[in-house]
């Protein structure tokens, strides 16, 4: 699929990335071979599953999935369904502290029944230095709308675009994304993020 989707890329003119969002297992570990990740261009990690875990448990099971070099991004990080689904017991500090450690950067979920990061945890971030990326979490096209529910969630949490790894043009998200994680954080300051 990754050859077909590069080949699409090349002959449209349009700029395709390859990825997946994968779950972390209650273990840690993760969904699929760190050889299939290695051939992504951008992979996002999520818990979907074990939720019941305590929250050293969680917490650590996050970290875990964040030590990968191949997780850019862990989404929806409480894993709260408005109505629906309380979130997950989860030390948010320890993990904005492992996320900027690691290099890895943190979703702000714009969809209407998940808005996860909210705004106190993404004010908590900024002040930790954390990096993010507000994305739609669409299953469907007309949900690219929900878009400026992330983004008023982001406004609200005091996150400027400058820490938004996807208000990036293309050329500095591929250079972004070819670094090793360690060296992610620095790539952001150096380019007045």
């Given at each position: ?29 993760l ?27 969680m ?47 943190m ?24 990096m993010?990326?507000?994305n ?7 949900q690219?709308?929900?878009m ?8 609200r ?19 972004f ?17």
């Amino acid at each position: 699929h990754n050859t077909a989707i590069r080949e699409l890329s090349e002959s449209s003119g349009m700029r395709l990335l390859t990825g997946t969002e994968m779950d972390i297992k209650p273990d840690g570990s993760l969904d699929y071979s760190d050889e299939l990740l290695a051939d992504l261009d951008i992979v996002i990690a999520s818990i979907h599953s074990g939720m019941d875990q305590d929250s050293a448990k969680m917490t650590q099971r996050v970290i875990d999935a964040m030590e990968s070099p191949h997780v850019d991004i862990i989404c929806h990080l409480t894993a709260r369904l408005l109505g629906k689904r309380s979130p997950v017991e989860i030390d948010i500090a320890a993990v904005f502290e492992a996320a900027v450690q690691t290099g890895t950067v943190m979703e702000v979920n714009s969809s209407p029944d998940r808005l996860d990061l909210k705004a106190d945890h993404l004010r908590m971030g900024v002040d930790m230095g954390v990096m993010f990326a507000v994305n739609t979490d669409s299953h469907q096209t007309w949900q690219f709308e929900n878009m400026r529910f992330g983004v008023s969630t982001a406004i609200r949490g005091w996150v400027e675009a400058d820490r938004v790894i996807n208000t990036l043009h293309y050329a500095e998200l591929m250079a972004f994304l070819a670094l090793p994680k360690s060296e992610r954080y620095a790539f952001n300051k150096s380019h007045g993020q």
